[in-house]
């Protein structure tokens, strides 16, 4: 029996009103539903609906009835992402499965060095019900007071703490999810070796909302690092940079928990835009900010710290560094690397980029990309910045207007010529879509397009995000 779609909508949108409640299936005009938009406001969002269930049963139910009537289901937790994977597309035909009403914190099991919680948990509260117990949630990204633990999870979000402790693919131990067809995956386990076959926890992971509603996770915790030590690194020039980062991992071993760099243009934007101060005296090609964290010994640390300075500066792989001597001075540097994003929005925005190397070829990537773009592009200004200890780089381009795709097509070019990925943290989306296949060759294509036929045999899982 077939029905018109739109009658099949209606259907589905009355068992919907049924199942949870006139009160948690919104329509898209309803205040309630204005936390519904787009981070970056670049695409325009407007729902068949916006469902808010309010337990796993409920997530379960609700895609259930929408697998029956063909209503695609755009799953959404905090709204943070920047590559617009969480807004509906299309004629309005798609729904929002919001699970900000998914928000306990399960357990917290010290003896596992885990914790579970619910997909709509803002990360600071994981965080601080971890830090409750005495232990560290170590997923930190600038949006963490309002990115949820379920797009995280959705998206494998990275962050400031990836070269210490992984991405979020390292971080979780178990997932529980609802798959397309409305069953529910109990999947979530506390083990840190399971050699069975197959790792569908994996697959979900970094699926974008294309296999499934993220409901709860298992994550992995790590003693608290009570003690910080952080440094800015003034280098002459990017030759200096491999180098460099292959002293700090030496020097520092597993204390290291951060390398950021960002280049003189960096500076000068935050001077301008933000009247930041400058804490050398001179100006420099680039800057390299060292961070190293550590569970007890803080004169230890910082002695260990001072080591790597003074072995740099020796042997001319860093022109000055700056030893921030207590925690204000700390948060002062990293204030500089966090401010960034806002001074290029202040001079007018960017256009962003997202694109990761092997360790060896960052150099080679920033210096290239910096090159080609200044000869293509005459009046626009790069903006390289990033998680360089994880091969990851903010290639950001101002003042690029009109000529934006092509500034992307060429900065994409050079990272496919360099075995790289077009975005190391913030996933794909819809905004990436066609950027996929400069670094994913058409069998690997052919291989995801698999996964997700075989998963979501309908199609109605967040259609039209990740894979064109
Ligand atoms: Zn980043």
């Given at each position: 029996m077939t029905e018109e779609p739109d009658a099949g909508l209606a259907r589905g949108l009355a068992e919907l009103r049924a199942a949870l409640g006139e009160r948690r299936v919104l329509a898209p005009d309803d205040p309630a539903a204005g936390f519904v938009r787009d981070e970056r406001g670049l695409l325009p969002s407007r729902p068949a609906a916006v469902l808010r269930p309010r337990s796993t049963e409920e997530v379960a139910a609700a895609v259930r009835i929408c697998a029956r009537h063909r209503v695609p289901v755009v799953p959404f937790a905090g709204g943070t992402g920047l590559v617009g994977g969480a807004v509906p597309l299309g004629t309005g035909r798609q729904v929002v499965l919001s699970v900000r009403g998914l928000d306990r914190i399960r357990s917290v099991d010290p003896a596992d060095f885990a914790l579970t919680a619910e997909a709509g948990c803002v990360l600071s509260d994981v965080q601080g019900a971890a830090e409750a117990a005495g232990l560290y949630f170590p997923l930190r990204l600038a949006s963490e007071g309002s990115a949820r633990l379920g797009g995280a999870v959705a998206t494998n979000a990275g962050g400031s703490n990836v070269l210490r402790y992984g991405t979020?693919?390292?971080?979780?131990?178990?997932?529980?999810?609802?798959?397309?067809?409305?069953?529910?995956?109990?999947?979530?386990?506390?083990?840190?070796?399971?050699?069975?076959?197959?790792?569908?926890?994996?697959?979900?992971?970094?699926?974008?909302?294309?296999?499934?509603v993220v409901t709860a996770a298992t994550v992995r915790l790590a003693p608290y690092p009570r003690h910080r030590a952080v440094a800015l690194l003034a280098l002459p020039g990017l030759a200096e940079l491999t180098g460099l980062l292959a002293l700090a991992r030496e020097v520092l071993a597993d204390r290291l928990s951060a390398l950021e760099l960002f280049s003189r243009t960096g500076m000068e934007l935050l001077v301008r835009q933000l009247a930041a101060r400058d804490p050398f005296a001179d100006p420099h090609p680039r800057y390299l900010l060292v961070e190293a964290t550590?569970?007890?010994?803080?004169?230890?640390?910082?002695?260990?710290?001072?080591?790597?300075?003074?072995?740099?500066?020796?042997?001319?792989?860093?022109?000055?560094?700056?030893?921030?001597?207590?925690?204000?001075?700390?948060?002062?540097?990293?204030?500089?690397?966090?401010?960034?994003?806002?001074?290029?929005?202040r001079a007018g925005g960017a256009v962003k980029h997202d694109v990761?190397?092997?360790?060896?070829?960052?150099?080679?990537?920033?210096?290239?990309?910096?090159?080609?773009?200044a000869r293509d592009f005459p009046g626009t200004v790069v903006n390289a910045f990033g998680h360089v200890g994880d091969g990851n780089v903010h290639v950001n381009v101002l003042g690029a207007g009109e000529r934006a795709a092509?500034?992307?097509?060429?900065?994409?070019?050079?990272?496919?010529?360099?075995?790289?990925?077009?975005?190391?943290?913030?996933?794909?989306?819809?905004?990436?879509?066609?950027?996929?296949?400069?670094?994913?060759?058409?069998?690997?294509?052919?291989?995801?397009?698999?996964?997700?036929?075989?998963?979501d045999p309908l199609g109605i899982m967040n259609p039209g995000k990740l894979l064109p």
């Open positions: 979020t693919r390292e971080l979780v131990l178990g997932l529980e999810a609802v798959l397309p067809d409305g069953r529910i995956w109990h999947g979530l386990r506390s083990l840190r070796k399971d050699n069975t076959g197959y790792d569908l926890k994996q697959l979900l992971i970094g699926s974008e909302g294309t296999l499934g550590s569970t007890r010994d803080p004169a230890a640390l910082a002695a260990q710290l001072d080591e790597l300075l003074a072995g740099a500066v020796e042997r001319g792989l860093a022109a000055d560094a700056v030893p921030a001597l207590d925690r204000p001075q700390a948060q002062a540097l990293w204030a500089l690397r966090e401010g960034l994003p806002e001074a290029e929005k990761g190397v092997a360790l060896g070829s960052v150099a080679d990537l920033v210096a290239a990309a910096e090159e080609w773009i092509a500034v992307s097509a060429l900065l994409y070019r050079l990272v496919a010529d360099r075995h790289g990925t077009v975005s190391a943290e913030h996933g794909i989306g819809v905004l990436k879509r066609d950027a996929l296949e400069y670094t994913r060759g058409p069998l690997e294509r052919e291989l995801l397009r698999t996964v997700k036929r075989a998963l």
